[in-house]
């Protein structure tokens, strides 16, 4: 248990995202813990000196860096926003939270990787652990892995999460599924790109878990399992009790401005290496979710 000296206040920006919105869900009553929330309109993240006002005046404990371009496809044109979202945003938080001697939580994303996956002796694709060497295919990703340097660098208090194939509250891809299925009797799904569909609530978890520690650094955080998106739109239907067909496509029939990665499963390597966290499978995580959804 952490005295209020410790832990009295945590600035979470992107209040109004996914992550943002479940872990104002799962902190709100939480007597230990006084939020600050913001969002755009409340602090300029691409402003070094808006960000060095607020974090000297509220003095947070810890900051949680929520905030981030995250239109992937936008992105590949939108270049200037997107390194000073993802990339000075991140820099911008990093020195202020240094400056007073706070932690930082920063997330991160899969898209640091190639998109290729790894390969055992054997040949087998496996997933990316936190100590295999990043390469960025786009505009996204490569602004997403400055950002983590960023934080790395500024402050040594510090959390980077790479999570993936989130959902929670708000537009993802759960709901686009469910809206489609109850519209078409057939929906057509990418089946060549592999992930982990991960829920806000398991990530959230995660973050509270780590930020009260001082076990700082980079770590991987997404639901155990894998499948494709076609194969998590299957499960999808199926909880939902939904007849809707689902028809596999490639990746090359559904042509996007942005390279999506064709593997993108992250192993929780440090979590296991350093702590006794663990994530959830998907699948339960998923049926959790529905439950309330």
């Not at 600050?36 to 000196?49: A, G, Q």
């Not at 997107?82 to 990339?87: C, D, E, H, S, V």
């Not at 990787?113 to 505009?139: A, C, S």
């Amino acid at each position: 248990m952490k005295g209020q000296d410790d832990m009295s206040k945590i600035l979470i920006t992107g209040v109004k995202g996914q992550l943002g919105k479940e872990l104002i869900r799962q902190l709100k009553n939480n007597k230990e813990y006084t939020l600050l929330l913001t969002d755009v309109d409340d602090l300029d993240i691409t402003n070094i000196d808006s960000v060095n006002i607020m974090l000297k005046a509220e003095k947070p404990n810890i900051v949680i860096n929520c905030a981030a371009h995250t239109a992937v496809d936008k992105c590949e044109t939108d270049v200037d926003n997107a390194y000073k979202i993802n990339a000075i945003g991140a820099r911008n938080l990093a020195i202020a939270s240094n400056e007073i001697g706070s932690k930082i939580v920063h997330i991160s994303t899969d898209y640091v990787f190639n998109g290729i996956g790894n390969t055992d002796l054997e040949g087998n694709i496996i997933p990316y652990t936190e100590f295999d060497t990043p390469e960025p295919q786009t505009v996204y990703g490569k602004t997403k892995l400055q950002g983590e340097n960023f934080v790395k660098n500024m402050n040594p208090r510090h959390f980077i999460i790479r999570t993936a194939w989130l959902y929670g509250e708000g537009n993802n891809f759960v709901h686009t599924m469910i809206k489609l299925g109850s519209q078409n009797e057939s929906v057509k799904v990418v089946n060549d790109q592999y992930g982990t569909p991960t829920s806000t609530e398991e990530l959230a978890k995660m973050i509270i878990y780590l930020m009260e520690t001082d076990n700082y650094g980079l770590f991987h955080g997404t639901c155990e399992g894998q499948c494709t998106w076609y194969e998590f739109a299957k499960e999808i239907f199926k909880l939902k009790g939904m007849t809707t067909e689902v028809i596999p496509v490639t990746t090359e029939e559904f042509p996007r401005p942005a390279k999506r990665p064709k593997y993108s499963v992250l192993d929780n390597y440090m979590l296991r290496l350093t702590s006794d966290f663990r994530f959830g499978d998907w699948k339960e995580a998923l049926v959790k979710y529905l439950t309330h959804a």
